[in-house]
C-alpha cells in the first residue's frame, strides 16, 4: 500500500513548485496558475486524507476548492484584462505605482 | 402542521440574518437594472435598509445559541458581537459611499450588491463552525473585495490594488487551505468543536500540527494586516475606492479577528503554549511595522493604512493575551477601531471631490479654520487612533493592555503602549496640519446627508464609548463567556 | 507693649504711601516718609528709656511657620542691643530722610526715592526688632533688597544696576552660610527664638560635632563661621566686600543710609546679637577677629589712592567695620556696638557732607577736580572736618573713644592680640592719612575744579546742612559715653554689659596706666597720619605722591585698581562659574546631550521609517516573498519552541 | 486609614467643579462672537473660582479622611469607580486651577484674536480636566484625566503658540505620552497586584512586594518625573513654555507641571513606600542637579519666556527635593513651593504675556530701560522676581526655606547643595530683571509703550497679594495640609516593610 | 505494488510538468503542461478512490478553469515568444528559497504522525451517492455559500472586464 506521507510529500513539493512560480515568473498568467498549484496540492492531501481517514469530508472539501478557484480565476483574468487594456502589460513588476 | 412557509422559516432561522443580507444584495442587483444612473443612490440606501434588516433580525436571534446545519454553523454571542460589528462597518461603508460613487463615477448597483456579499461573507466566518464554511465565507467576502478595490476601472491605481491584493490574497488562502489540509489529516475532521476535542487528547509535538497551525496563522495575519503578511495593506488601501478601503479597513479586518479568535483561542486552544509565542512575536513586528511605517507617509489613505496595520499590532496583543478576558478585549478594540477607523475615512471621504484628489496630508492644510466641524471631527478620530482619553480607542487599547498584563505579558504591554507613543506623532500630524497651518486656498467639501449621518454616528460612539464603555465592554464580555 | 510694633510699621506706612501714591503726591511723598521714619524715632526714644528703666520688651504677634516641631513666630523683643540700634537707625535714617529733600530736590525719582528709603529703614527695624533668626532674615535680606533698589536707583545708569545687582548677589552669597546656620540651629536647638537658644547654648546640646572635610568641628563653631559668612556679606568684610565701594552708585543719602545706620551693620549687630553663641567659640571668635582685622587694613590701603571722593570713604567703611568685628572677635561686644554708634553718625556725616561737596559741585566726585573749597562751602567744610577727626581718632571726637577701647581690647586679647592690634594700628596710621588726604584735596590747595562748574559752587540749602549739623554734633560728642578709664565713664559698655556677661575677653579697666599709654600711642599714630597727609597734600600743587606713585609703581597701580578683587571674582565667578559654564552646559548638556538624545532618537526612528518605505517596494513578488519568508521564520521557530 | 466622607453639602460640588467648565465650553459652542466668547469664558471660570468658597469653607481640616467624597460604579466590569474627594492637599490645588484659569482668561483677552471661542474651550476643557486629575480617587479615572489634558494643551500650544509651536507642540506630547503610558501599565499591574482594584484609598492600604514596587514606583516616576519635570526629562519645558501663548504658559507652568509632584504624593509615597525609601538618593541627586542645572540653563538664556521655563525646572527642583525629604517640613514645604511656584512662576508668565502683546518680542535684548515707560508693570515684575528669588516675606522664601529645612533633615548635603541654587536664583532674576527694566531704552520700540492698563492689574493683583499673603502668613495653607500630610507620613510609615525611614518629624532628631 | 508505481509514474509527471509549467517562456506552453498536471492529479484520485472528483478535476478544472486561460491569454495576445526576462531578477533566490520551504516542510512532515499512517485503504461505501448526500444535507450551507461565491465572481468578472460602449 502507498504510505499516505508520500503524498503528503509530493503535495508539498508541488506546493512549493507553486510557491517558487508565484515568486519568480513575471508573467501574471504564470502566476495565477501557480496559485494553482499550490491549492492542487492541498487537494491532493485533501483527497488523500479523506482516502485514509475514511472521511467524505476532504472530498467534499475538494469541491468547493475548485469551485472557489473557478470564481476566482474569473474575477483575477477580469482584472488582468482592465490591467492589460490599461497599461498594456501583464508582467507583475510593472504594477508598482504605488509603493513606499 | 406548519405550512410550508413557516417550515422554511423555521429552517431557515439560524442564518436569516445572511439570508436578508443576501436577499438585499440580490435584489439590489436586480434593481440596478431598472435604477438610471443618477439615481443609483437609492440603491445605497436600499442596502442600508438591509443592514438595518439583518441587525434587527440578528437582534432577534440573540437567544437562538448552538451549531445548525449539520454542525457547519455555530450561532453564539460571540458570533453575534461580531455581525454586529459587520453591521457597523457595512453600514457605515454604505453611507459614506453613497456620494463618493457619484464623485469618483463609479455610481454602480454592483458596488452595494459586492458589499452586503461581502458581509455575509463576514458574518458566515464569524458563525462558521467548520473549516469549510469559514474557507467559503472568507473567499466570498475576499473576493467582493477584490472586485470592489478594482472598481474604479480606469483608473490605474484601482487596477493595481486589485491585482495586488487578489494574487496575494489568492496565495495566502493557497496556505491556508493547504494548513487547513494538513489540521484535516490529523484530526480526521474539520469540525472546530472536533477539532478542538481532538487536540485535547493528541500528542501536540506533533510538527505537523505546528505547521498546520503557522499556516493558518499565515493567512489570518495576511487578513487581518498582521506584519509581516501587511504589504499588501498600504498599496491596496492607496489605490482602492476611499469608500472600500474604508470597508476594508474594518470589515475583513474585524472578521479576520473573529476567525483569529475562534480557530486559535477555541480550536486550537490546546496549542496557546507555542501560538501565544508566535502571535506575540508577530505583533511586536507588526506595532513596529504599522506605527514607524507610518511616521513618514504622505498620503493619509497610506498613512491610515500603517495605522490600520498598527492597530491589528494592538489586537494581536490581546489575542496573544488570550483568555476570555483577552478575548473580549480583542472584541471590544475591533469593534472600537472599526467606529473610530472608518469615522476618519469618513473625513478623508469629505474631501475628495471631483477634479481633486485630496489625499495628501498637506492637503488638510487649514481645515481647522476652513471647516471647523470636520477638522474637529478628524481631531477627536485622530486622539481617539492614538488612545487619548475620554475617547473610545483609549478604552480599547486599555483593555488591551489589561488583559496582556493580566495574562503576564507585561513585557508585550509595555512595547504596545511605548509604539502607542510613537504613532501620536503621525496621528499629531494630522491635526497639525489641520490646525496649525495657513489654508491653502478654500477647501470645498463635499458633504452629503448620507456622509453626515455616518460621520455623526460614529463621533458619537467614540466619544459615548469613551466615557461610557460599560455596557458595550459587558456585551463584549458576555458575548464571550461560555465559549472559551 | 503692641505700640513697638509700629516702630517698623511707621517707616512702612510712610512707604506704602509714598510708593502707591507718590504718582500724585510727587514731592509731597517726601513728608510722608519722614513723618513716619521720625514717628518711629519717638517710639524708639521711648522703648530706650523702657529699656533703660529695665523692661523687657517681648512680643509675639501669631505664629508665622509652624510645621510639625518647626515653629517661628512673628513677633519682636527689646532688649539693650536693639534700643541702641533703633535709636541709632531712626536718628540717622531721619536725618538722612530730611536731607534727601534737598539733596534729590527735582530728581524724577523722587517720591519713588522716599519709599525706598522707608522700605530700607522698614527692614532695618525689623532686622533689629526680631525675636528670631527667621524674623531676622526677613529685615537681613530685606535690606538687601533695599539696597539692590536704591544703589540702582538711577537705574538708567548700567553702572548703577550693575551695582545693585552685584550687591544683592554677594549678600545673597552671604545668606547662603546664615541660611545654613538657622538650619543648623534648628537641628540643634529645636527652635529658631534667640532666648530659647541662647539659654540652650553651653548645654548638652551642643556638644555634638561635624565631621567636614576630614577634620572635625563643634556644632557652635560651624554655627558661629556660618553666621559669620552671612555677616561678611552684609557687613562687607573680606572676601565679600566687594558690593559695598560699588554701592556708592546710588545718589549719596543712600551711600549715607547704607554705610552708616543700616546695611552693613547688620552684621555686626547679628554678630553681637549672637554673641553668646560666639563666645562659646574659640575659633570663630578669632576668625570673626582676624577678618576684621585684615579688612581693616586691606581696606584702609585702598583707600589710601582713590581719587573718587565717596569711594575713599567707601573703603574707610569697610576698614571701619573691620575694626568693629576686630572688637567683636576679642569678645569687646559692646566696644564693637559703640564703634557702631560712633561709626555711624560720623559716617553719616561725612557722606551727607560729601553729598553736599557734590551736590555744589554739581556731581563731580574726582577729589582731582576740587580743591580750594574751604572758603566757598563753609559749613560743609566744618562739619567734614568734624566727621575726618572723628574718622581718624583725634580725641575729644567720637571715633576716638570707640575705636580705642576696640584697640585695647585687641591688644589684651590672648596669644594673637598684639597681632590684632598692630593689625588696627595699621589700620588706623592709614586711616588718618587717607581722611586728611582727602580733607587736603578737597578743601585745600590749589583749585582744580573745572571753570563751568566753578561759577556754580554754593553751599547746599538749609535741609541739606541742618542735618549735616546735627550730626557733626553727635559726631564729636557721642564718643563721652564709652569714657574708657574712668570708673563708671563707659556708661554705653554697662548698659549693653548685661547681654554679653560671656564677654570674657572684655578689657578690664584695671589697668589704667597700661590703657592710657596705649591711648597715648593710639593718638600718636592718629596724628601721625594727619601729619603725613599734611606734608603730602597740604600743597598748592602736591608733588610727593607723583613721586612715590612713580616709584611704587606696582603697587601704586594695584592699590589703585583695589588688588584688582572685582576683575579677579568677575573672571572667576560671574564669567567662568557662571555665564561660561552655563553656556557650555547648555550648548552641551541641554542641547547636545538630552536633546541631542530625543531628538536623535526622533530622527533615528524617522530614518527607520524611511528607510522602512524603500523595503515596500511596490512589488506584488516581493509582498508574496515576505509573507513566504515569514511563513519559513515561523515554521523554523518549530525548533526553538519545542 | 483614609476613608472617603461623603459629601453632605446636598448638591455634588466637586463633579460641579469639573463640569461646570465643560458645561461652559459646550455652551461655547454654540456662540460665534469673540467677545461674546470672552465674557462667557469669564463667566463660567469665575463661577469654578466661586465654587471654591463653599469648597474651603466646608472643607475640615482636622481630619485626613477625603472629603467631598462621591462614588458611582462607573465600569462595573473592571470594577472602575467614578469616585471622587479632596483632602488637604489636593484642595489646594483645586483651587490654584480655578485661581489661574481665570487668570489666563484675562490676560488672553485681547492676546488672542484668532479663534477665540475655540480658545477658550480649550481652556477651560484644560481647567476641567485638571480638576479633575486632582480630585480623582480612582486610578482610572485619574489617568482619563491626566491624559485628557494633553489634547487641549497640545492644541493651546500648537495653534495659539509661537512661531516654532509645532515642534514645541509635538515634544511635549510625545513626551508626556511617553512617561504616561509607562505609569498606565504600572496601573494596570497595580490593580491586579492589589485585588482588581483602582480605588485609590484601598491600594494605599495594601502592601506590595518589594520587587512589584521597585518597577511600578519606577513606571509611576517616568510618568511624573517628565511632568514635574525632573532633571533630565525637562527638555520640552523650555520649548513648550516658549512657544504657548501666555494663557497656556499660566497655567502649564503654575498648575500642570504640579501635577506630577501631585502623583508623587498622591500615589508613588503611599503606594510604594519601601521603593520610595530605595529610591530617594537618587531622586534627591536629580533635584538638586535640577535646581543648579535650571538655574544655569536659566543663565544661558537670550529668551524671557525660555529663562523662566529654565526657573521653573531650579524651582521644581527644591519641590522634589522637600517631599523627598520624606519628612513633615520638606513635605509641607514641597507643597506650598508647588502653590508659590504657580502664583509666582503664573504671574511672571503674565508678566511676560502683558509685554509680549504690546512688542511682539520675547527677546530680552530687545527690551532694557522700560521700567521707565511702565512704573507699574516695573514694579509688578520687581515684587514677581523677588517673590521668584524667595525673599523672605514673600510665598518664594517661605516654600523655600521650609524645603532646605526638611531636606535639611533628611541628609544636611543636599540642603548644603542646595542652598546655592538660591544664589544662582537670584543671580539669573536680577540679571534678568536688570536687562529688562534698567538701562537705557535701546530699542526705539519701546518708547511708547503703554503701561498694564486696568485689565491686567486685576488680574496681576491677587498673585501679587498671595505673594504676601503666603509669605507672611502661610499657616493658612499649612493648615490646610497639615492634618493630611502628618496621615500620609503615618501611612506610609506604617506600610513599610523594613524599618521606617521617614521621620514623622523632628521627634527622633531632636527629642534626645 | 503496482499502486505504488502508479503514484510513482503521476508524481513525477505531476511535479515535472509543474517544473515545466512554471519555467516556460510562452504561457501557451505552461498552460499546456498544467493541463498534463491536472490530468496526472485525477489519475491519483482514482488511485484514491475519489472518481468522481478524478472527473471533476478533469471537467471543470482542465475543461473550464484552464481553458479560460488559455481563452484569456489567446485574447490579451501574450503568447508571442518575448524577449523580455520570464522571470524576474531574484529568481534564483526565490528557486533556493523554494528548496528551502520545501525541505523545512518535509523534514516536518516526515517526523510528523498521521493518524492513519498505512491504514488499509477500502473502498468508501456509496462513492458518488454518499458524496452527493453529504453535501446536500450535511455540507448545505457550505455549497449555497458556493453559489455565492460563484454569483460574485460571475458579477465581477462581468462588471471588470465588459466594456461599456459610452464609457470609452
Given amino acids: 500500500m502507498i504510505p499516505l506521507s508520500w503524498y503528503i510529500m509530493l503535495s508539498a513539493t508541488l506546493f512549493t513548485i507553486g510557491v517558487v512560480g508565484v515568486l519568480s515568473r513575471r508573467n501574471i498568467f504564470i502566476i495565477l496558475m501557480s496559485i494553482e498549484l499550490m491549492l492542487n496540492a492541498a487537494n491532493i492531501n485533501l483527497v488523500a486524507f479523506s482516502h485514509y481517514l475514511q472521511s467524505l469530508t476532504g472530498q467534499i472539501f475538494v469541491i468547493f476548492v475548485i469551485t472557489v478557484a473557478a470564481a476566482e480565476a474569473a474575477v483575477a483574468l477580469a482584472i488582468i484584462i482592465l490591467l492589460s487594456r490599461n497599461r498594456g502589460s501583464v508582467y507583475v513588476d510593472e504594477f508598482n505605482i504605488m509603493k513606499g | 402542521m406548519p405550512s410550508l412557509y413557516q417550515q422554511f422559516l423555521q429552517s431557515i432561522k439560524p442564518v436569516l440574518p445572511e439570508a436578508i443580507i443576501v436577499a438585499f444584495a440580490l435584489l439590489v442587483l436586480i434593481f440596478d437594472f431598472f435604477v438610471e444612473k443618477k439615481r443609483k443612490n437609492i440603491l445605497g440606501w436600499f442596502g442600508f435598509a438591509g443592514v438595518l434588516a439583518a441587525a434587527y433580525a440578528s437582534y432577534h436571534l440573540m437567544g437562538l445559541n448552538g451549531q445548525f446545519f449539520g454542525e457547519t454553523l455555530q450561532l453564539d454571542p460571540f458570533s453575534t458581537f461580531f455581525k454586529f460589528v459587520f453591521y457597523i462597518a457595512c453600514g457605515l461603508g454604505i453611507l459614506l459611499s453613497i456620494n463618493y460613487l457619484k464623485v469618483e463615477d463609479i455610481n454602480r448597483g454592483e458596488y452595494y450588491a459586492l458589499m452586503l456579499l461581502a458581509t455575509s461573507g463576514m458574518m458566515l466566518m464569524a458563525s462558521a463552525a467548520d473549516l469549510i464554511v469559514l474557507y467559503l465565507g472568507l473567499e466570498l467576502m475576499a473576493l467582493s473585495i477584490y472586485i470592489l478595490a478594482g472598481i474604479m476601472r480606469r483608473d490605474n491605481r484601482s487596477n493595481e490594488a486589485a491585482i495586488k491584493y487578489l494574487v496575494l490574497g489568492a496565495f495566502s488562502s493557497g496556505i491556508m487551505l493547504y494548513g487547513m489540509s494538513l489540521l484535516y489529516g490529523i484530526t480526521g475532521t474539520t469540525n472546530l468543536s472536533l477539532i478542538l476535542a481532538f487536540l485535547r487528547a493528541a500528542d501536540l509535538t506533533n510538527p505537523v500540527v505546528f505547521l498546520a497551525m503557522t499556516m493558518l496563522v499565515v493567512s489570518f495575519g495576511f487578513k487581518v494586516a498582521a506584519a509581516p503578511f501587511h504589504m499588501w495593506v498600504p498599496d491596496v488601501y492607496e489605490g482602492a475606492p476611499t469608500s472600500v478601503t474604508a470597508f476594508m479597513s474594518a470589515g475583513p479586518k474585524v472578521a479576520g479577528f473573529a476567525v483569529f479568535l475562534r480557530v486559535f483561542l477555541y480550536a486550537l486552544e490546546p496549542l496557546r503554549a507555542h501560538s501565544t509565542v508566535i502571535i506575540a512575536g508577530l505583533a511586536v513586528l507588526t506595532m513596529a511595522v504599522g506605527n514607524i511605517m507610518a511616521l513618514s507617509q504622505t498620503n493619509i489613505k497610506r498613512m491610515l493604512a500603517y495605522s490600520s496595520i498598527a492597530h491589528a499590532g494592538y489586537a494581536l496583543v490581546g489575542l496573544a493575551a488570550g483568555g476570555p478576558d483577552g478575548a473580549a478585549s480583542v472584541m471590544l478594540y475591533v469593534c472600537i477601531y472599526a467606529l473610530m477607523n472608518m469615522g476618519a475615512f469618513g473625513v478623508v471621504i469629505m474631501l475628495r471631490k471631483a477634479g481633486e484628489r485630496g489625499e495628501e496630508i498637506a492637503d488638510y492644510a487649514g481645515l481647522g479654520k476652513t471647516n471647523r466641524t470636520a477638522a474637529f471631527l478628524m481631531l477627536i478620530f485622530m486622539f481617539s487612533l492614538t488612545g487619548i482619553p475620554p475617547l473610545a480607542g483609549f478604552v480599547g487599547k486599555f483593555y488591551i493592555f489589561k488583559s496582556a498584563i493580566q495574562a503576564g505579558l507585561v513585557w508585550l504591554a509595555i512595547v504596545g503602549v511605548l509604539f502607542s507613543a510613537i504613532s501620536a506623532y503621525f496621528y499629531l500630524r494630522v491635526i497639525m496640519v489641520m490646525y496649525m497651518k495657513e489654508p491653502a486656498d478654500g477647501i470645498e467639501l463635499s458633504v452629503s446627508p448620507s456622509l453626515a449621518l455616518a460621520l455623526a454616528f460614529s463621533v458619537t460612539a467614540v466619544i459615548v464609548i469613551g466615557v461610557y464603555p460599560t455596557d458595550l465592554l459587558n456585551y463584549a464580555r458576555a458575548s464571550i463567556a461560555g465559549i472559551l | ?642 | ?512 | ?168
Wanted: net charge neutral; charged share 10%.
Fill in chain 3, 1 to 642: 507693649m503692641i505700640k513697638y510694633a509700629f516702630i517698623p510699621l511707621l517707616p512702612f506706612t510712610g512707604f506704602l504711601i509714598a510708593g502707591l501714591f507718590g504718582k500724585y503726591l510727587k514731592e509731597k511723598a517726601a513728608y510722608f516718609s519722614i513723618a513716619g521714619v521720625i514717628g518711629a524715632f519717638i517710639l524708639a526714644v521711648n522703648a530706650f528709656f523702657d529699656v533703660l528703666g529695665g523692661a523687657k520688651l517681648y512680643e509675639n504677634f501669631y505664629s508665622w511657620i509652624s510645621i510639625g516641631a518647626f515653629s517661628v513666630n512673628m513677633g519682636f523683643q527689646i532688649d539693650q542691643l536693639t534700643s541702641v540700634m533703633l535709636l541709632v537707625v531712626t536718628t540717622l535714617s531721619s536725618l538722612i530722610h530730611i536731607y534727601s529733600v534737598g539733596y534729590m530736590h527735582g530728581d524724577k525719582g523722587y517720591p519713588r526715592f522716599f519709599a525706598y528709603l522707608s522700605l530700607f529703614t522698614f527692614f532695618m527695624l525689623v532686622l533689629v526688632m526680631a525675636n528670631n533668626f527667621l524674623v531676622m532674615f526677613v529685615g537681613w535680606e530685606g535690606v538687601g533688597l533695599c539696597s539692590y533698589l536704591l544703589i540702582g536707583f538711577w537705574y538708567e545708569k548700567k553702572s548703577a544696576s550693575d551695582a545693585g545687582v552685584k550687591a544683592f548677589v554677594v549678600n545673597r552669597v552671604g545668606d547662603f552660610g546664615f541660611v545654613l546656620a538657622v538650619l543648623l540651629i534648628f537641628l540643634t536647638f529645636g527652635t529658631l527664638d534667640f532666648s530659647a537658644v541662647f539659654a540652650s547654648v553651653g548645654t548638652s546640646l551642643t556638644n555634638q560635632t561635624y565631621h567636614l572635610f576630614g577634620g572635625e568641628i563643634s556644632v557652635v563653631t560651624l554655627i558661629a563661621l556660618l553666621l559669620f559668612l552671612g555677616a561678611t556679606g552684609k557687613s562687607a568684610q573680606l572676601p565679600l566686600y566687594v558690593w559695598l565701594p560699588d554701592a556708592m552708585e546710588g545718589p549719596t543719602p543712600v551711600s549715607a543710609l547704607i554705610h552708616a545706620a543700616t546695611m552693613v551693620t547688620a552684621g555686626v549687630f547679628m554678630v553681637a546679637r549672637c554673641a553668646p553663641i560666639f563666645s562659646m567659640s574659640e575659633t570663630a571668635m578669632n576668625t570673626v577677629a582676624i577678618v576684621g582685622g585684615l579688612t581693616a587694613v586691606f581696606a584702609a590701603t585702598i583707600g589710601l589712592v582713590q581719587n573718587d571722593i565717596k569711594r575713599v570713604i567707601a573703603y574707610s567703611t569697610i576698614s571701619q567695620l573691620g575694626y568693629m568685628f576686630l572688637g567683636l572677635g576679642v569678645g569687646a561686644f559692646s566696644a564693637g556696638i559703640f564703634h557702631l554708634t560712633t561709626h555711624a553718625f560720623f559716617k553719616g556725616l561725612l557722606f551727607l557732607a560729601s553729598g553736599s561737596v557734590i551736590h555744589a559741585l554739581s556731581g563731580e566726585q574726582d577729589m582731582r577736580k576740587m580743591g580750594a573749597l574751604k572758603s566757598k562751602i563753609k559749613i560743609t567744610w566744618a562739619v567734614f572736618m568734624i566727621g575726618t577727626l572723628a574718622l581718624s581718632g583725634i580725641p575729644p571726637f567720637a571715633g576716638f573713644f570707640s575705636k580705642d577701647e576696640i584697640l585695647w581690647s585687641a591688644f589684651n586679647a590672648p596669644t594673637i592680640g598684639p597681632l590684632l592690634w598692630s593689625l588696627g594700628a595699621i589700620g588706623a596710621f592709614m586711616t588718618a592719612f587717607y581722611s586728611f588726604r582727602l580733607i587736603y584735596l578737597t578743601f585745600y590747595g590749589a583749585s582744580r575744579v573745572d571753570h563751568e562748574v566753578a561759577h556754580h559752587v554754593h553751599e547746599s540749602p538749609k535741609v541739606m546742612t541742618i542735618p549735616l549739623m546735627v550730626l557733626a554734633f553727635f559726631a564729636a560728642t557721642i564718643g563721652f559715653l564709652g569714657m574708657p578709664v574712668i570708673e563708671h565713664g563707659n556708661l554705653f559698655g554697662e548698659f549693653l554689659a548685661p547681654l554679653f556677661p560671656h564677654a570674657e575677653h572684655a578689657a578690664s579697666h584695671e589697668n589704667a596706666a597700661a590703657e592710657i599709654w596705649a591711648m597715648i600711642v593710639s593718638v600718636a599714630i592718629a596724628l601721625g597720619g594727619w601729619r603725613l597727609a599734611s606734608g603730602f597734600y597740604n600743597k598748592q600743587v602736591p608733588v610727593w605722591p607723583a613721586r612715590i606713585a612713580d616709584k611704587f609703581h606696582g603697587i601704586y597701580t594695584l592699590l589703585l585698581n583695589k588688588y584688582r578683587v572685582d576683575e579677579l571674582y568677575n573672571y572667576i565667578f560671574v564669567d567662568g562659574l557662571v555665564h561660561k559654564l552655563a553656556k557650555v552646559l547648555h550648548s552641551v548638556g541641554d542641547v547636545k546631550i538630552i536633546d541631542g538624545f530625543i531628538n536623535g532618537l526622533a530622527a533615528a526612528i524617522g530614518r527607520t521609517s524611511e528607510r522602512g518605505r524603500k523595503l515596500q517596494t511596490g512589488y506584488l513578488q516581493q509582498y508574496a516573498f515576505t509573507m513566504g519568508l515569514g511563513l519559513v521564520v515561523l515554521v523554523g521557530l518549530y525548533y526553538v519552541l519545542k
Fill in chain 4, 1 to 512: 486609614m483614609l476613608e472617603l466622607k461623603m459629601n453632605v453639602l446636598g448638591f455634588p460640588l466637586l463633579s460641579l467643579m469639573i463640569f461646570l467648565p465643560v458645561a461652559g465650553a459646550f455652551l461655547l459652542l454654540f456662540i460665534r462672537n469673540g467677545a461674546a466668547a470672552r465674557w462667557t469664558a469669564l463667566a463660567f471660570s469665575i463661577a469654578e473660582l466661586g465654587l471654591c468658597l463653599p469648597l474651603l469653607l466646608n472643607f475640615d481640616s482636622s481630619i485626613p479622611h477625603m472629603q467631598f467624597g462621591e462614588s458611582f460604579s462607573w465600569i462595573a466590569a473592571w470594577n472602575i469607580n467614578y469616585r471622587i474627594g479632596v483632602d488637604g492637599i489636593s484642595i489646594l490645588f483645586v483651587a490654584l486651577t480655578t485661581l489661574l484659569t481665570v487668570i489666563s482668561i484675562m490676560v488672553s483677552w485681547t492676546a488672542i484674536q484668532d479663534r477665540v471661542r475655540e480658545f477658550m474651550v480649550a481652556l477651560l476643557f484644560l481647567e476641567a480636566a485638571i480638576v479633575g486629575v486632582f480630585v480623582s480617587l480612582d486610578l482610572f479615572l485619574f489617568y482619563i484625566f491626566w491624559e485628557a489634558m494633553l489634547i487641549p494643551m497640545y492644541l493651546l500650544i500648537g495653534v495659539w503658540g509661537g512661531p516654532n509651536r509645532l515642534y514645541a507642540a509635538v515634544k511635549f506630547f510625545l513626551y508626556t505620552l511617553v512617561g504616561s503610558v509607562l505609569m498606565l501599565i504600572a496601573i494596570i499591574a497595580v490593580y491586579f497586584a492589589a485585588g482588581h482594584t483602582f480605588d485609590v484609598l484601598a491600594i494605599m492600604n495594601y502592601k506590595f512586594d518589594r520587587a512589584f514596587q521597585m518597577v511600578a514606583f519606577a513606571a509611576f516616576f517616568a510618568a511624573f518625573a517628565v511632568k514635574v519635570p525632573m532633571f533630565p526629562f525637562h527638555t520640552w519645558l523650555p520649548d513648550a513654555h516658549v512657544e504657548a501663548p501666555t494663557a497656556g504658559s499660566i497655567i502649564l507652568a503654575g498648575i500642570l507641571i504640579k501635577m506630577g509632584a501631585y502623583g508623587f504624593l498622591r500615589f508613588s509615597l503611599p503606594f510604594f513606600p519601601d521603593a520610595a525609601v530605595a529610591w530617594t538618593p537618587a531622586i534627591m541627586v536629580l533635584s538638586v542637579v535640577a535646581i543648579l542645572y535650571g538655574a544655569y540653563m536659566a543663565f544661558a538664556q537670550t529668551d524671557f519666556k525660555k529663562l523662566i521655563a529654565y526657573s521653573s525646572v531650579s524651582h521644581m527642583g527644591f519641590v522634589t527635593l522637600g517631599i523627598f525629604a520624606l519628612n513633615l517640613q520638606g513635605l509641607e514645604g514641597g507643597i506650598l513651593q508647588m502653590l508659590n511656584h504657580g502664583v509666582s512662576t503664573g504671574a511672571l508668565f503674565l508678566a511676560v504675556g502683558v509685554i509680549y502683546e504690546r512688542t511682539h518680542t520675547r527677546l530680552i535684548a530687545d527690551y532694557g530701560g522700560i521700567a521707565a515707560r511702565v512704573p507699574v508693570y516695573a514694579t509688578f515684575l520687581l515684587i514677581i522676581t523677588f517673590s521668584s528669588i524667595g525673599l523672605p516675606s514673600t510665598n518664594g522664601f517661605i516654600g523655600e526655606f521650609t524645603i532646605l529645612l526638611g531636606a535639611f533633615l533628611h541628609k544636611k548635603v543636599y540642603a548644603v547643595i542646595a542652598s546655592l541654587g538660591i544664589i544662582l536664583g537670584a543671580g539669573y532674576m536680577l540679571w534678568l530683571y536688570q536687562r529688562v527694566a534698567f538701562g537705557k531704552i535701546t530699542n526705539p520700540h519701546n518708547e511708547h509703550l503703554a503701561d498694564m492698563n486696568l485689565r491686567e492689574v486685576a488680574a496681576a493683583l491677587p498673585l501679587v497679594a498671595l505673594v504676601f499673603i503666603v509669605g507672611l502668613y502661610p499657616n493658612a495653607a499649612f493648615g490646610v495640609m497639615h492634618t493630611s500630610v502628618s496621615n500620609l507620613i503615618q501611612q506610609v510609615n506604617a506600610k513599610m516593610q523594613s524599618a521606617p525611614a521617614v521621620a514623622q518629624a523632628l521627634g527622633t532628631i531632636i527629642g534626645k
Fill in chain 5, 1 to 168: 505494488m503496482v499502486n505504488k508505481l502508479l503514484f510513482l509514474y503521476f508524481a513525477s509527471v505531476i511535479l515535472a510538468s509543474a517544473v515545466l509549467m512554471i519555467t516556460r517562456r510562452n504561457p501557451v506552453h505552461s498552460v499546456m503542461f498544467m493541463l498534463l498536471l491536472f490530468f496526472h492529479i485525477a489519475g491519483l484520485f482514482v488511485l484514491l478512490n475519489a472518481e468522481f472528483l478524478a472527473a471533476v478535476q478533469l471537467i471543470v478544472y482542465a475543461g473550464a478553469i484552464l481553458i479560460l486561460y488559455l481563452f484569456v491569454v489567446m485574447l490579451l495576445n501574450v503568447d508571442r515568444e518575448s524577449a523580455a526576462p520570464r522571470a524576474n531578477r531574484f529568481w534564483p533566490w526565490m528557486a533556493g528559497f523554494g528548496v528551502l520551504i520545501a525541505g523545512e516542510a518535509l523534514l516536518l512532515i516526515s517526523r510528523g504522525a498521521f493518524p492513519v499512517e498505512d491504514g488499509q485503504s477500502m473502498r468508501l461505501a456509496g462513492g458518488v451517492r454518499e458524496l452527493g448526500e453529504t453535501l446536500y444535507q450535511r455540507y448545505l450551507v457550505p455549497f449555497e455559500i458556493a453559489s455565492l461565491i460563484l454569483l460574485v465572481g460571475l458579477v465581477g468578472a462581468v462588471m471588470l472586464a465588459k466594456k461599456k460602449v459610452k464609457e470609452e
